[in-house]
């Protein structure tokens, strides 16, 4: 199991005169963290690097280890033996400033053989042992005695230290395709919170990151939407600043399904008319008593005058048109001849009003208006149309 939890550091002993470090800390609770370690094989030992805290520890091959806090090499020089054997490696860094400045631990560990190579691995601290994965393929465990080992297992936490989902509510259930839900959640024990929500064909429709460990999200359902929609909700932790980013532990989880009810269109039936114009066409709804002007001649904008803006003008003043064309009359003729953006973009008059049965369906951010003769004016939130 995965958990995360303040360290708090007990040290044993002090720092001997000749800076001779003290091992590790009585801890009886449990951390486990993700970190960026660096690593350096000597003939006699090893010396581990953790990057989360400087630490440094020195295990020898007899058994024993200690380790170096960085407030204890921080301001050692340089490692001072710059003549290097033949054949062997001089550590370098603070491997080599602990190395160089402390004749005990050299004659210990001896020279290095491999160079520096680092990993992000676990670290767990728990009842005065540090335990650290994948060091050679294997756990290392460094206990508060000064003695280390490998071992096969590791504790689990104590369970007020597990990583966990506590709380995970969804509302409302079922949603309405086009509606909008409430996420609601409760964990601890991790460093973060990601959030994913999957549609009925199991895809991926929002992604929540870097959310605290307790909070509410709003989340906008597709219109396209049907069935069910599934939550998951991760208690994860942040890599280390050496991994790339959004590369997450996944930690613990928690799942909510809410059903999903299909959208469905608003269908209006209302009396119409229709008057076509040489780049567009009108029409009038009897239902509201709005004028539409749908300027262009495949496709342009839509204008909506209400009834009581055009209801008060006077008749259309344009009363004499080109041979062959008409000029609007009664609420079309209102628009039309006392608005001139309107008379500009339509033209005028092809033909003579035409009354007829008209059906409106409304697709959220889409209107349709069935047209005499069968054609369709599809008409978009932005009030651009097309036909079709």
Known sequence: MRTKHLLTLTFIGSLLASALPVLATAQNTLYDVSVYITVQQFYGGTMLYRSDTGLIWAIFNDGTAYEFPSA??????????????????????????????????????????????????????????????????????????RTWRYVTSIPDPPADLQPSVDALTVTP????????????????????????????????ITVFEELPLTGEVFVSVPITATAQLRIVVWGANRPNFYVPVKMYEHVISAEAVIGVTAYQPQTIYTQAAYQPYEHGFMIWRADSGAVLVFAGSQGGQLYTFAEDSYGALPD??????????????????????????????????????????????????????????GRIAQVTWHNFWTLE
């Open 72 to 145: 204890s090499y921080g301001a050692l020089p340089d490692n001072p033996i710059s003549v290097t054997p033949p054949g062997r490696i001089r550590p370098i860094n603070g491997f080599g400033r602990i190395w160089g400045n402390h004749a005990w631990v050299r004659t210990k560990l001896g020279w290095a053989i491999r160079s520096e190579y680092g990993l992000t691995t676990r670290l767990i601290t728990h009842d005065q042992t540090v335990y650290i994965l994948n060091i050679y393929n294997r756990t290392l465990a460094i206990s508060a005695n």
């Open 173 to 204: 259930d079922p949603v309405n395709a086009g509606g909008t839900i409430t996420i609601t959640w409760a964990a601890r024990n991790t460093d973060t919170v990601l959030i994913e929500v999957y549609n009925a064909a199991n895809e991926i």
């Open 316 to 373: 259309n003043p344009y009363t004499t048109p080109p041979d062959g064309l008409i000029a609007p009359v009664s609420g079309f003729g209102k628009v039309w001849g006392n608005t001139a953006f309107v008379r500009d973009q339509l033209g005028w008059a092809t033909g003579p009003e035409q009354p007829y049965d008209m059906t409106i369906e409304s697709y959220d951010t889409e209107t349709a208006y069935l047209l005499p003769e």
